[in-house]
């Protein structure tokens, strides 16, 4: 009995392992299956598209430069196409919202969020949608049935004085309806163009090739002297001169159109009717000639502009071109010319806020841009000061009064009782919006708006006005991206308390407490006042035009890297900005605490400088741990203290006045930073002072106090290795600091072992930060970059 038992056993086990296999099987089919028509889908998707296929391993380079991601087409969203599908961009899988900024790919005609497709392009210059080779210089990767589909407008410019040849083909127009001719089709014509009869602005290239794919049916032109041959048709054409590409410059109907002067004769096509369209070309050539406007923008490198608009804007006519040309001649008249762009720069009524932008339009200046500064009455003396030419203007808008919570004539926040003032002072700058635009109106043609990113209000001015804004905050990459993903991952949650380390997503390297972040950054649920401001910045910012980022690239390429690439709008880093100002003329009389310093230096003495800004509200019991600290480690400092009233201790100025100077005004700090005596800086960390710090090579003692001062001496210390830091008495990087805390780290800095490590490595940086700056240094460059993509502007 117990042998069939057994037996029935065996048999149900064996039974049961045989229908597991099967299972097995007919799942791995069906997994396979599934993967089969997702790829096919895919690729019949790409295929029925453009029919351009690009096989991953027949492209020649894996990426493509800065500059040929230039020359691809972008436009500004406006709204949505019929028939497009909930997901717009397929790189980062997000819908376009309005104002987004976006690239076209103009073999495929996908489109996708500038800074994720530029991104995917600098690694593979592919579609991530159809796979089609996206560089027309390579023209290996494309394949049989492109070539056969497309056509090429060539036009060179050369010191030869021959006649040069422009050949315009068949770019998808069947000459059979009058619309569709922006972007959708050009008239074909073939010219000869003499060097002379293009006029170039100072900079430019007017030099690359166009490919646009044709449409169905049609088969590549061949140019043959006077006429093109399409298959068996001949299209007869007399050669002219004086071809222009112009660029109408409206922002809410911009368009592309070719102007053809001095058109001799109609284009007569055989077997297909074509006069309609000639002479609508022709009433197109008359405006231009009547407005002058040919010859005022020059060939573009890359694909016509119209390419950059949603579809239903390039689809317009010839008479809607003509006559949208003609009032453009006329508001260029009015206006005065657009050779050189118009910056208007709008900085917060903050001193680190300020001179950077100040250094900044001086800089702007010098490239030939007209630059003009909002401030208001009382904020406008100090500006004017730091200006190195008189024809900035300055425009003054009067300051809100009589606001609930502000003291009364405070146009500054280093006027401020303390920061907790700082809100209802932020916040009442959006009275003076009606004054900005009103003054706005009045100027002439302004090509960019640069305003802190505390003036989030601005941005729906700039919109109103049709002008791309810039917002500058005076932060770091670091500190942006840190924010930025510490406030979509939260990776604090669960943490057992405020000092307990966590790794950061996407950036594992770098530790941090939630003690190194403020509010809301490091809420769950931000609450408040001050949670909703900066939350309205934030959004404010998002649909800017970028960043302008007082950093350079070499200091932190990969938080610099991840925001263009993964956050945006698009951050330019063009500094140490305060690098560019000449070099101060030195004044007959020194001041009293340079002639001190000077006395050091003639003992031999190195010295300290402490400073900790002039917006940080200090606890006096903390000044005066300080004050401790640094008389006994026996070092000499020199301390600047931003209160004339404070008594730092009983006594203490006289004890320290042979090795210590006290000064309770202001000082220039860059001129302290730069004295051959000063070889160490205990901060706050404010970014304006930690790149001070560098381009001056002194190591940097890091006690932060307020806003992203915290991740800033973290960049310092623990990602650059710049600097020591002063932890708080329970070693936490927040709380209140011991003099022992003091002493010794000033001690450590200033003679010990770790000192002379950070001194070494903060000298490479300021070789670093030196480089950027000078001419063809990556600072440099993408300053003139950020004229040339928000202006369309070329040097």
């Not at 050669?239 to 102007?259: H, L, Q, R």
């Not at 502000?406 to 003032?421: H, N, Q, R």
Request: with cysteine; glycine share 6%.
């Amino acid at each position: 009995m117990s042998n069939k038992v057994l037996g029935v056993a065996t048999q149900i086990l064996v039974m049961g392992i045989v229908i597991s296999v099967i299972l097995l099987f007919v799942g791995i089919g069906f997994l396979v299956l599934i993967h089969v028509c997702i790829v096919g889908r895919a690729f019949r998707r790409g295929f029925s598209s453009t029919g351009n296929m690009v096989e991953r391993g027949s492209i020649g380079s894996t990426s493509m430069s800065h500059d040929d991601l230039e020359k691809l087409p972008c436009f500004d969203f406006k709204a949505r196409e019929k028939g497009s599908s909930p997901v717009d961009c397929a790189v980062c899988l997000e819908n376009f919202k309005m104002g987004d900024k976006c690239r076209l790919l103009p073999k495929c005609n996908h489109s996708f969020h500038a800074q994720c497709i530029d991104s995917w392009l600098l690694k593979t210059p592919i579609c991530p949608i159809c796979r089609t080779s996206v560089d027309s210089q390579k023209g290996s990767m494309v394949s049989s049935e492109e070539t056969n589909r497309s056509t090429d407008i060539r036009i060179e410019l050369s010191s030869n004085p021959s006649p040069l040849r422009a050949s315009v083909g068949l770019i998808p127009c069947s000459l059979k309806r009058n619309q569709d001719f922006i972007g959708d089709g050009l008239l074909p014509v073939p010219v000869n163009i003499s060097p002379k009869s293009i006029r170039v602005l100072e900079g430019t290239t007017p030099i690359g090739d166009i490919s646009v794919p044709a449409s169905e049916g049609e088969k590549p032109t061949v140019e043959s002297s006077n006429s093109i041959v399409e298959g068996e048709k001949s299209i007869a054409a007399t050669p002219c001169t004086d071809i222009f590409v112009s660029f109408p410059d409206d922002p809410d109907t911009s368009s592309t159109s070719i102007a053809v002067d001095q058109v001799s004769n109609e284009l007569i096509e055989q077997n297909t009717d074509t006069s309609e369209e000639a002479n609508t070309h022709q009433k197109a050539t008359t405006v231009f000639d009547e407005t002058g406007l040919q010859g005022t923008f020059v060939i573009d490198l890359g694909l016509p502009r119209a390419y950059r608009l949603p579809r239903e804007t390039r689809a317009r006519s010839l008479e809607q071109v003509a006559e949208q040309t003609k009032k453009e001649g006329e508001k260029k008249k009015k206006m005065g010319s657009l050779s050189s762009p118009h910056f208007v720069i709008f900085p917060f009524m903050a001193q680190g806020h300020t001179i950077p932008l100040l250094h900044l339009a001086n800089l702007l200046h010098r490239r030939s841009v007209t630059v003009t500064i909002f401030t208001t009455p009382a904020n406008s003396p100090s500006i004017l000061r730091s200006l190195n030419y008189k024809d900035i203007s300055i425009i003054n808008l009067p300051f809100p009064e009589n606001v609930p919570g502000l003291p009364s004539g405070v146009e500054s926040t280093d006027k401020l009782p303390s920061m907790a003032f700082f809100i209802p002072f932020a916040n009442s700058t959006k009275l003076m919006q009606p004054h900005f635009e009103k003054a706005l109106s009045s100027l002439p043609k302004v090509s960019c708006i640069i305003s802190d990113g505390f003036f989030g209000w601005t941005q729906q001015s700039a919109t109103k006005f049709g002008i791309p804004r810039l917002v500058f905050y005076g932060m770091s990459n670091y500190s942006m991206a840190i924010s930025k993903v510490v406030t979509k991952y939260r990776p604090y949650l669960g943490l057992k308390s405020d000092d307990e380390p966590f790794d950061v997503p996407c950036f594992p390297w770098v530790k941090l407490t939630r003690n190194d972040l403020e509010p809301p950054f490091c809420d769950p649920e931000p609450k408040g006042e001050y949670s909703e401001f900066v939350m309205e910045q934030i959004i404010a910012t998002s649909k800017s035009q970028g960043l302008v980022v007082n950093s350079f690239h070499e200091l932190e390429p990969s938080f610099h890297d991840y925001w263009n690439s993964e956050v945006g709008p698009r951050a330019w880093c063009v500094g140490p900005v305060f690098l560019a100002e000449p070099q101060k003329v030195e004044p007959q009389k020194k001041s009293k605490w340079v002639q001190w310093l000077d006395a050091k230096l003639a003992e031999g003495r190195s010295v300290l400088y402490v400073a900790f800004g002039s917006q940080a509200d200090i606890l006096p019991e903390q000044l005066r741990e300080i004050a401790i600290g640094l008389e006994k480690s026996k070092m000499n400092f020199l301390w600047v203290v931003r209160s004339k009233g404070l008594e730092l201790n009983v006594g203490f100025e006289e004890r320290v006045k042979d090795r210590g100077l006290v000064v309770k005004e202001w000082v220039d700090q860059r001129e302290i930073l730069g004295h051959e005596s000063v070889n160490g800086f205990m901060s706050h960390c404010g970014w304006n002072s930690v790149l001070e710090t560098i381009c001056a090579s002194v190591p940097i003692l890091a006690l932060p106090l307020m806003a992203e001062q915290h991740l800033n001496a973290r960049m310092a210390v623990d990602e650059l290795g710049i600097g020591l830091r002063i932890l708080a008495e329970n070693g936490s990087v927040r709380g209140f600091v011991r003099s022992e805390a003091v002493e010794k780290m000033v001690r450590e800095l200033m003679e010990g072992e770790m000192g002379k490590e950070v001194r070494k490595k903060v000298k490479e940086m300021e070789k670093m930060a030196s480089g950027a700056m000078e001419q063809g240094g990556s600072s440099w460059r993408t300053l003139d970059l950020l004229i040339e993509d928000v202006c369309g502007y070329k040097r």
